[in-house]
């Protein structure tokens, strides 16, 4: 007699989440009961405190239920706090995660996580931070969205009508470069102080690189960051809302180096990220129809088609945040159209 699962044996306990509707396609470690009570044990909670009612089944997110799909997203225990604050956060009105959820858009929830707790966990917030690499930074933002699509029965092609989705939908997790930053952390712009873990939540495509090698010069790096933010195909030049920057390290030390603020950036990307109304109104969400829905600031005037129209109502809806590593690259997260939230881990 043995212990050890034989290979057919071993290759039926990982069909069973398949087969349940569990997973998201790959596969998942099973949620056994020794496990998940060690989940809940280190989220220091009861394992029935009702975090969240998620959209748009209105799943009941205890700290159990979130404590198996963090099981079988492969997380580590210590992970608990992070993925119950972000579940936390995503249900803000302002988040609008049930509209999200049941979009024909491609805007998933991103994980973004500040404060001493990226280093405690060995969440990356450098090279390669939206890619693979990292336990801390994959499971995390797969439990996340385990939970929502199992919990709040977001699934592919029955509530869940985006057309084409993105990789995030499978994970969606970085750290803040605090180390590398010339600049105060969101957070810490948000009101918590530096010392305070903290996670922010927002709903974004992928990334939308930035390749600006040539200079130091931040008028033409920024440019080419608001040619890239104002493209027709955004939901932001129609409905504004708001819309992350995020800067590599190099971009954002050239900028401070140069005597530039986070408000100097916000302003000039406010002031450039804009297209005439002639081309809004022949594309994008509403084309001609662009008049009669009449998202845009009054002060655009919709009578002159040479108006340009920004791609946020005020500059302080451009989001800035520094993360990744070396190399001259950053990136534009254009949102759903809805707010980020950012809250301590408690």
């Known amino acids: 007699m043995t212990n050890e699962l034989s290979s057919q044996a071993l290759r039926e306990l990982f069909e069973v989440?398949?087969?349940a509707g569990w997973t998201d396609g790959l596969p998942v470690i099973p949620p056994t009961r020794d496990l998940v009570d060690e989940f809940v044990a280190a989220s220091g909670r009861a394992a029935d405190e009702l975090i969240a009612e998620i959209p748009p089944?209105?799943?009941?997110?205890?700290?159990?239920?979130?404590a198996v799909n963090a099981v079988m997203a492969g997380c580590?225990?210590?992970?608990?706090?992070?993925?119950?604050?972000?579940?936390?956060?995503?249900?803000?009105?302002?988040?609008?995660?049930?509209?999200?959820?049941?979009s024909t858009h491609m805007s998933t929830p991103l994980v973004i996580v500040h404060g001493?707790?990226?280093?405690?966990?060995?969440?990356?917030?450098?090279?390669?931070?939206?890619?693979q690499g990292n336990r801390a930074n994959a499971t995390i933002g797969r439990a996340v969205h385990l939970a929502l699509v199992n919990i709040g029965g977001s699934f592919p092609g029955e509530a869940d009508k985006s057309t084409l989705g993105h990789p995030g939908k499978y994970t969606y997790c970085i750290g803040e470069n605090e180390e590398d930053s010339p600049f105060t952390p969101l957070h810490v712009d948000r009101g918590l102080t530096a010392e305070t873990s903290a996670v922010t939540v927002y709903?974004?495509?992928?990334?939308?690189?930035?390749?600006h090698q040539a200079s130091r010069d931040p008028f033409a790096f920024l440019t080419c960051m608001a040619d890239v933010m104002a493209n027709l195909g955004s939901n932001h030049i129609y409905i504004q809302g708001e819309s992350f920057v995020v800067l590599g390290p190099e971009h954002a030390n050239d900028l401070a180096d140069c005597g530039w603020k986070k408000p100097d950036i916000q302003?000039?990307?406010?002031?450039?990220?804009?297209?005439?109304?002639?081309?809004?109104?022949r594309g994008g969400i509403y084309g001609p129809e662009t008049e009669r829905y009449n998202f845009f600031p009054r002060w655009i005037d919709q009578s002159d088609d040479d108006a340009m129209v920004p791609v946020a109502r005020r500059a302080s809806d451009i989001t800035i945040i520094v993360s990744g590593g070396s190399g001259k690259h950053s990136a534009y997260l254009p949102g759903w159209g809805t707010r980020s939230v950012t809250g301590a881990i408690l």
Do not use: W
Request: hydrophobic letters at 40%.
């Open 17 to 19: 989440p398949f087969a």
């Open 57 to 66: 089944l209105y799943g009941a997110a205890t700290i159990e239920k979130i």
């Open 76 to 102: 580590l225990p210590e992970y608990m706090p992070v993925i119950v604050t972000a579940l936390r956060l995503v249900m803000q009105d302002t988040f609008s995660v049930g509209g999200m959820q049941c």
């Open 116 to 131: 001493p707790i990226r280093n405690e966990l060995g969440i990356n917030s450098g090279a390669n931070v939206f890619g």
């Open 203 to 211: 709903g974004c495509e992928g990334p939308h690189n930035i390749n």
């Open 267 to 281: 302003q000039y990307l406010f002031e450039h990220a804009r297209r005439p109304l002639r081309d809004v109104k």
